[in-house]
Structures are given as structure tokens and as C-alpha cells.
């Protein structure tokens, strides 16, 4: 799941374009927070990635089907329209990257530093303050922050911060001492 938000030339192109037309028309914002909440449902539902990503359901149905979501979620227009021509296109399956290279492109106009940290239960709201404190010192900026849960990780965090991961995850050094054991 984590590969569908892999940066792609397709996926950045056709980001460029969304973001140039968000851009001209004034739906900046609108469009940014659809991305936020359509990468959201990409990660917690299995069902949308299916529709996006299946090679037999027909390029017609796809935009059917995530034009009725931009709809059920109240999506500007130009975002709704996107994603239609995104599927017409038989280019769902690059969803992902595309709201990759949407952020990153938001992040250089607007100089908003974005993170997300990982973890493997939920943050508290002191956690989650000292998380951005830490983040806000080292970047030299304040961070726009999301947080998510991801029980596989055991314990410890993942960051990452543009295209740079730290990985301070129990699985992570689990695996490295597992690796470290067998060239024993």
C-alpha cells in the first residue's frame, strides 16, 4: 500500500496538471484538502483500492465509481472532474502518485514542510505535541503533521518528511538484529 503513493512520471504529470488548473482557478485549497481526504480513504479502504487498481474493471466503470465518491464526499468540482478524467484515461490505478506529486508541488508553493509520522497506537495529544516540537526544531520550521496507526510496526515511530524516512520502528531493529545474527 505504501508503493501506491510511489512518485511516477505519469503520476507526476498528471499531478502538474491538476495542480496548474487548481492553481489558475483559484481551488487551491479546496482541491488539497480532497487530496487529503481521498488519500485517507486510499489507505483505510481496500474497496477503493480494488476499484482504482483492477485490471478488469473497465475504465468506464472506475470513473463511475470515483465520480460517485467525489460526490458522497463533496468534492470541489475541479476534483471530481479530475478523478473522472483521471479514470477515462484508464490512469486510476496512478491515483496514488498523482496525490503524491500533488502534495509535493503544494509543499514547494506554499513552503509548508509536510509529515507523517507512523506509529503503532494511536498518539496521545502530549505525544503528538512533542512529536511537532521535535519536528519544528530539526526542520526549522513547523511541520503540518498527520499521524497514523500501523500495528505491524510493534513500537517506536516512522517519520517521514518529504522523500526521507526515519524508521525508529521495533520492527525495523528487530529485523536489522535478525539479519546482523544470521551473517554470524
Not at 517521514?160 to 554470524?184: E, Y
Given at each position: 500500500m505504501a508503493d501506491d503513493f510511489r512518485t511516477t512520471e505519469v503520476g507526476a504529470r498528471y499531478a502538474q496538471a491538476l495542480f496548474d488548473l487548481a492553481l489558475e482557478t483559484g481551488r487551491l485549497e479546496a482541491v488539497r484538502a480532497d487530496l487529503k481526504s481521498l488519500k485517507a480513504a486510499w489507505i483505510d479502504s481496500a474497496d477503493l483500492r480494488r476499484l482504482a487498481n483492477s485490471p478488469i474493471i473497465a475504465a468506464e466503470d472506475q470513473q463511475k465509481g470515483l465520480v460517485a465518491i467525489a460526490d458522497k464526499a463533496?468534492?470541489?468540482?475541479?476534483?471530481?472532474?479530475?478523478?473522472?478524467l483521471l479514470a477515462q484515461?484508464?490512469?486510476?490505478?496512478?491515483?496514488g502518485a498523482v496525490i503524491t506529486g500533488f502534495e509535493a508541488l503544494y509543499s514547494a508553493h506554499t513552503g509548508v514542510v509536510a509529515a507523517e509520522v507512523v506509529s503503532a497506537t494511536a498518539l496521545t495529544a502530549a505525544q503528538t505535541t512533542k512529536i511537532k516540537q521535535a519536528l519544528s526544531q530539526a526542520l526549522g520550521k513547523a511541520p503540518e503533521m498527520t499521524a497514523r496507526v500501523d500495528p505491524t510496526i510493534l513500537g517506536g515511530l516512522k517519520v517521514?518528511?518529504?522523500?526521507?524516512?526515519?524508521?525508529?520502528?521495533?520492527?525495523?531493529?528487530?529485523?536489522?538484529?535478525?539479519?546482523?545474527?544470521?551473517?554470524?
Open positions: 463533496k468534492f470541489d468540482g475541479t476534483t471530481k472532474n479530475f478523478l473522472g484515461n484508464g490512469r486510476a490505478r496512478d491515483l517521514k518528511v518529504g522523500s526521507k524516512l526515519f524508521d525508529a520502528s521495533l520492527k525495523t531493529k528487530l529485523d536489522q538484529m535478525k539479519f546482523a545474527l544470521k551473517r554470524v
